[in-house]
């Protein structure tokens, strides 16, 4: 799970830089705001790869996901790019875990 969880976030992490730049142009929110914005989510998508193993590892990574579909608001196209990332989130931890089972099964017949 912390393989592909970790994917998502890092293509997160990458893709809130990108909107930042967007957001720069398109709105009327004060620079240094928008920039230490960005800057903190990009970092806690960097450290969550660390956690997401970890008690309470999933959810803040929902949480997250929430972030980045309401920054809509500001660059509409986030709604559809928070959405997509929102599915690859479900996807990383339903097939992350099925994986770790399978390796856990694996595991325990050899």
Do not use: N, Y
């Amino acid at each position: 799970m912390r393989t592909l969880c970790s994917a998502t976030l890092i293509s997160e992490c990458l893709i809130v830089g990108l909107v930042g730049l967007v957001a720069f142009r398109m709105t009327d929110v004060p620079a240094g705001t928008l920039w230490a914005v960005c800057g903190v989510v990009m970092a806690l998508c960097v450290l969550l790869c660390g956690f997401v193993t970890r008690p309470g590892g999933v959810a803040m990574g929902w949480a997250l996901q929430a972030g980045l579909v309401l920054s809509g608001f500001l660059v509409p196209m986030m709604f559809f790019l928070g959405a997509c990332f929102a599915g690859l989130w479900w996807a990383s931890v339903h097939f992350g875990r099925r994986v770790d089972e399978m390796k856990a099964a694996h595991a325990a017949q050899a």
